[in-house]
């Protein structure tokens, strides 16, 4: 260990659960209170040694480091990146700069503001980085957020930054401080280290380690590590710790080969997907007409014997079905969205997997049939059985004789349901056909939704909603109308912007009108929640990962049922004021200038609130909560 | 498989072999339609290899198969009769090798893919014979392919080696590279032309 020489410094914690059973999250925080303080490292046995070393590794990480936004000089550290095709060597690394080193040897090459960037998610590059590094590099060191698995045993698993292999030293050291903890019968949940937090959560032979300086709560952390073991799950299924009964020294790594991409889209996602600390899923806007076209075709394959019918685009849903008393639980869709993204090959090919879903059964794979109809419209199909897919490919052939056969598709849309014999005598010249046969009933009705889906544009509809985006602060209305004569569409709210006395306070103010900036409305009956699209001044991807990291603290002070549970929360500091509202129904978080008023930022909230209402058909998939239409 | 085993046995008499072929509908004397299944470890190029016979693309940046993609090429042979592949292109990953009976059971072809720079990729194919001699449909057409060819300079299989394993276990082999595309529609022909034909009766 090249730490252990260092001697444990006196200012860190150890924050003890006496409690061995785990707790729920509120429980923890006020058990924490008591707080052992090593008073020195010579009296203990020789983890506490390397505890103790670990910890001066920490302290000795900390100069130096500030959390991007706030300095200035915060710079883009572009290193190595992946294989990538992303050419341009000046792009910003969204992620890697704030989470990564400040000021390394190579910056030169990488120092270019993300001011403009649309999307924190644009420049953000696939893939591990940095492989080369190990616990002896400096720059490994410094990085702000380092996410490790390993097993019960010290073996590495997965690391963030480095190489898994070469990381073998590190992961026994922070086993050994778990192992340590346990062994005094009890369980570690957080060593802080000066601008540290060292987080630690155990799952069975599954040791998840958060090592970070980015001040973010310990629930915040303790989450995504919950995520992380969630999306291993979701790859493995949870009978992977039959492994480790067989073999405690069972090495995890080569059956995760490949998946390196999918955990840092998922960290990375940690700092602009709200998803992730909100356990809610967003949609993408589409009038309601256009969802429930959507929607209908999913219920068509959902009704032959689909277990959920997803489509979506990007991480947005378009629209979702599951069968009868099934429902998906929004940080399986996370996870579940995640991995098909990050995952190249899905984009090549029509491409079935098998994939578990941790809320909805970790110890189960499902199957999932994965295709995608453009860049970033995808349609996922979960069945339980690995035969079904058959039928699910055979679904898809039927598409690609309607793209390729615009004839076809035509004589369907207008004839309605005399296009099935069509259908079956022009699929005939192909190959013969038994109409009474139960695969050819499948495939008729998959094609005669399909054709609603043409039909009803929804394609190209998800596509044109891609482009115009969802709310903007700045379309905000600015007196709340009779409701009757509020526009119903979402575009239509952007035309009114257009009229004079609108555009007339929209450039006195930055932002939208009072100063407001930002908002994300959390539906709680719906699981959903809407966040208004960036405008300026939150333009840059840090400026966006420093908002979101703020609503993170709100949230999880909000939560905190420890001193809460709260209704309202106004909070003013040099970046934001920044207000929470929780009602029964939903949760609202904006954020406002920091000048901003106090009585007028609670009067926009509710401005916002009764929009958010006003057009809630088209930002929110109605009645998906009990599946039935 | 649910029920499409039963549309070709009420459509056109077909032979054995060919029964088991998924949804195989539309097999005739003229028009074949069989299953192909890639087995092999990770990387040895078994994507390239689909990618560079159905669509004459390379991409060098090795994307990671995930479960199996699924994907289909016609080809026309010299006697006028039309095969299409429906090729299923396995992930090579460990954690994926206990769903692969899911892609072979009723192919009428595996092609079996190593990597000549690899002898642990040459074990690794190996153990998929003998799993398809095992647990594949008896009359199952195997292929025995040895991927980056082009990379004869960093070669540790000896083509020999190849050969020899091949003949002993009745497969078919030949060398590929992807990259060049050599020799990549000769290995579908070659399979093509040992596919069992249906018989002509009815």
Redesign the interface.
């Known amino acids: 260990m090249s730490t252990s020489s260092s001697s444990p410094s006196s200012d860190e914690e150890l924050i003890f659960n006496p409690n061995p059973i785990p707790k729920p999250i509120d429980d923890e925080l006020t058990l924490a209170s008591l707080t052992l303080t090593e008073s020195n490292g010579n009296g203990s046995v020789g983890e506490s040694d390397r505890y103790g070393g670990a910890g001066v590794v920490l302290e000795a990480e900390r100069e130096g480091e500030r959390e991007g936004p706030s300095s200035p000089s915060s710079s883009g550290y572009a290193g190595e990146r992946g294989s990538s095709s992303e050419g341009t060597s000046n792009s910003r690394i969204g992620d890697e700069d704030d989470d990564g080193i400040q000021e390394v040897i190579n910056d030169h090459d990488g120092f270019v503001d993300g001011v403009g960037d649309s999307s924190p998610s644009a420049s953000w590059v696939p893939g591990k980085r940095h492989v080369d590094e190990d616990d002896a590099s400096i720059s490994w060191r410094k990085r702000k957020k380092h996410f490790f698995i390993l097993s019960h045993s010290g073996k590495p698993i997965y690391s963030r930054y480095g190489d898994e292999h070469k990381l073998a030293g590190f992961s026994a050291t922070l086993q050994a401080i778990i192992s340590f903890v346990e062994n005094g019968k009890d369980r570690i949940k957080l060593v802080r280290a000066g601008k540290h937090q060292v987080v630690f959560l155990i799952k069975g032979p599954i040791y998840l380690v958060c090592i970070s300086c980015t001040e973010e709560p310990y629930e915040s952390l303790r989450g995504q590590l919950e995520l992380l073991y969630g999306q291993m799950i979701l790859i493995l299924t949870k009978s992977i710790n039959r492994c480790f009964e067989k073999n405690p020294k069972f090495d995890m790594t080569p059956l995760l080969g490949g998946t390196d991409v999918v955990f840092s889209s998922l960290i990375h996602s940690f700092n602009w997907n709200p998803a992730t600390f909100l356990h809610a899923y967003t949609c993408l806007p589409l009038a309601y007409a256009t969802r429930q076209a959507a929607g209908a075709v999913l219920q068509d394959v959902a009704d032959s014997g689909v277990l959920f019918a997803l489509l979506m685009c990007k991480c947005k849903v378009v629209s979702l079905v599951g069968a009868q008393k099934a429902s998906l639980h929004p940080d399986d869709m996370l996870l579940l969205s995640n991995f098909v993204m990050s995952s190249e090959s899905f984009r090549t090919s029509e491409s079935f997997s098998p994939i578990c879903l941790p809320r909805y059964n970790p110890t189960a794979f499902l199957y999932a049939y994965v295709h995608y109809f453009d860049a970033d419209t995808y349609l996922m199909l979960l069945t339980t059985s690995s035969d079904a897919f058959y039928h699910l490919k055979d679904c898809r052939v039927c598409f690609i004789l309607i793209q390729r056969n615009n004839n076809l598709a035509f004589d369907v849309t207008n004839k309605g349901s005399s296009c099935v014999a069509t259908v079956v005598r022009y699929h005939s010249c192909f190959q013969p056909l038994d109409p009474a046969n139960t695969t050819v009933q499948l495939w008729i009705q998959w094609l005669v939704a399909t054709v609603v889906l043409l039909r009803s544009n929804v394609l190209s509809e998800v596509q044109r909603s891609m482009l115009e985006g969802g709310m903007r602060v700045e379309d905000l209305p600015v007196d709340p109308l009779p409701r009757s004569s509020m526009p119903h569409r979402l575009s239509q709210q952007r035309i009114l912007t257009q009229s004079p006395e609108i555009f007339s306070e929209s450039i006195v103010g930055i932002g939208g009108p009072t100063g407001l900036w930002h908002f994300i409305y959390r539906s709680i009956y719906l699981d959903q929640y809407v966040s208004s699209d960036f405008s300026p001044p939150i333009s840059s991807p840090q400026q966006q990962k420093r908002l979101y990291r703020a609503y993170q603290k709100l949230y999880c002070s909000m939560h905190d049922k420890g001193i809460g549970p709260h209704k309202t929360q106004f909070r003013r500091d040099e970046n934001y004021v920044l207000l929470c509202w929780v009602t029964q129904d939903f949760e609202l978080y904006a954020a406002f200038d920091p000048l901003a008023d106090k009585a007028v930022a609670i009067k926009t909230c509710n401005r916002v609130c009764q929009w958010v209402k006003d057009v809630e058909n088209e930002i929110f998939l109605q009645g998906a909560s009990p599946f039935s239409w | ?4 085993g ?2 070709p046995a ?3 008499g077909q032979s054995g072999g060919l029964n088991n072929l ?2 195989a ?2 097999s005739d004397a003229k028009n074949l ?1 069989v299953k192909l299944v890639l087995l092999g470890d ?1 990387g040895v190029g078994k ?1 390239c290899i689909v ?1 560079r016979f159905v669509r004459g693309q390379f991409d060098p ?11 289909s090429q016609t080809i026309a042979l010299q006697d006028s009769t039309t095969v299409k592949f429906e090729i299923w ?1 396995t ?1 090579g ?4 090798a206990a ?1 692969a009976p ?1 892609y072979y059971r009723g192919a009428a072809v595996a092609v079996v893919v190593y990597d000549i720079t690899s002898p642990d990729s040459f074990n690794k194919a190996q153990y998929w014979v003998k799993e398809l001699q095992k647990h594949g449909s008896p009359d199952i057409v195997m292929a025995l392919v040895g991927n980056k060819a082009d990379l004869h300079e960093k070669r540790e299989v000896p083509a020999q080696d190849g050969i020899e394993y091949a003949e002993k276990n009745g497969m078919f082999f030949i060398e590929t590279s992807a990259k060049t595309a050599d020799n990549i529609n000769q290995l579908f022909e070659e399979i093509a032309k040992r596919l069992p034909r249906p018989s002509p009766s009815s």
């Open positions: 498989m649910g029920c499409s039963s549309v009420r459509s056109s998924e949804n509908g539309s339609r990770s994507s990618l940046t090795s994307k990671v198969t995930v479960g199996a993609s699924f994907l292109d992930a990953q460990e954690r994926y769903l899911l």
